[in-house]
């Protein structure tokens, strides 16, 4: 690939181009593609400790999208380079220390690794569903707001029936600052929508009512919302399997 090629893929322009152009090749390499599980967190916990203009290069079978706001919550800028069909090489350069804004060194709680299953069929596949999360989730400027997209989001889950996706958009939601009042009367509408029997067979026993329970409990003894964050996505996160979504062959 030409300079100019890479350079159209870059972030940040000419300006960010120049200053990596003589370190990046230095950057420790990070190949995730035969990774299964969170290979986000691994990256980030990894990102955690490299020092200001010091960076990491990660290499994946498509563009890892939703790594890039996890990373710029860090401190982080970075350049992307395709290299073939099933190679991306992205170089982070730390500009600044951060410390996350959501416990477990990520912007927002549970990344899509659901993208991991899809990269298995086809990495072109993989690469498309990554793009099409990004033009639905990844709006710097949302009509609607994060809060109210996530809500939607849970409530069309509970809809479909699918209470895997409903939980990691409720763990999301609170950490996007919903407050209890909004679940509550979010929850009441489930009821309303979905009738008494199907809440009490389906939704009262679920992964999504535990944990909208956890919160209430929590936030009633005082606990703060970043410790109940923690809770939330120890008790609700990629271990439990009643909510993860990157298929690693056991529970």
Same mark, same amino acid.
């Given at each position: 690939?030409?300079?100019?090629?890479?350079?159209?893929?870059?972030?940040?322009?000419?300006?960010?181009?120049?200053?990596?152009?003589?370190?990046?090749?230095?950057?420790?390499?990070?190949?995730?593609?035969?990774?299964?599980?969170?290979?986000?967190?691994?990256?980030?916990?990894?990102?955690?400790? /490299?020092?200001?203009?010091?960076?990491?290069?990660?290499?994946?079978?498509?563009?890892?999208?939703?790594?890039?706001?996890?990373?710029?919550?860090?401190?982080?800028?970075?350049?992307?380079?395709? /290299?073939?069909?099933?190679?991306?090489?992205?170089?982070?350069?730390?500009?600044?220390?951060?410390?996350?804004? /959501?416990?477990?060194?990520?912007?927002?709680?549970?990344?899509?690794?659901?993208?991991?299953?899809?990269?298995?069929?086809?990495?072109?596949?993989?690469?498309?569903?990554?793009?099409?999360?990004?033009?639905?989730?990844?709006?710097?400027?949302?009509?609607?707001?994060?809060?109210?997209?996530?809500?939607?989001?849970?409530?069309?889950?509970?809809?479909?029936?699918?209470?895997?996706?409903?939980?990691?958009?409720?763990?999301?939601?609170?950490?996007?600052?919903?407050?209890?009042?909004?679940?509550?009367?979010?929850?009441?509408?489930?009821?309303?929508?979905?009738?008494?029997?199907?809440?009490?067979?389906?939704?009262?026993?679920?992964?999504?009512?535990?944990?909208?329970? /956890?919160?209430?409990?929590?936030?009633?003894?005082?606990?703060?919302?970043?410790?109940?964050?923690?809770?939330?996505?120890?008790?609700?996160?990629?271990?439990?399997?009643?909510?993860?979504?990157?298929?690693?062959?056991?529970?």
């Amino acid at each position: 690939m030409k300079n100019s090629e890479i350079l159209a893929n870059c972030a940040g322009g000419i300006k960010i181009k120049e200053e990596w152009k003589n370190k990046r090749e230095s950057f420790e390499l990070m190949d995730v593609r035969k990774l299964s599980g969170n290979f986000l967190l691994t990256i980030l916990k990894k990102a955690d400790k /490299v020092a200001v203009g010091d960076g990491i290069c990660v290499v994946q079978s498509f563009e890892p999208i939703p790594l890039y706001s996890a990373m710029a919550d860090l401190g982080f800028e970075y350049q992307s380079e395709k /290299v073939s069909d099933d190679e991306y090489r992205v170089y982070f350069h730390r500009t600044e220390m951060k410390e996350a804004s /959501v416990p477990g060194g990520m912007n927002a709680p549970l990344k899509p690794l659901a993208i991991l299953n899809l990269k298995e069929i086809d990495n072109a596949l993989a690469e498309t569903v990554v793009h099409f999360w990004d033009i639905v989730w990844g709006q710097e400027n949302p009509a609607i707001e994060m809060k109210t997209r996530l809500l939607l989001s849970l409530a069309n889950g509970v809809g479909a029936g699918r209470f895997r996706q409903a939980t990691r958009e409720l763990v999301k939601a609170y950490a996007a600052g919903v407050t209890v009042a909004e679940l509550d009367e979010l929850f009441s509408m489930l009821v309303w929508n979905q009738g008494v029997g199907y809440f009490a067979s389906e939704i009262g026993p679920s992964p999504l009512f535990g944990a909208y329970q /956890v919160i209430k409990k929590l936030e009633k003894k005082g606990t703060s919302r970043e410790d109940v964050i923690k809770k939330l996505i120890e008790e609700f996160g990629e271990k439990n399997p009643d909510v993860k979504t990157a298929y690693t062959g056991k529970n």
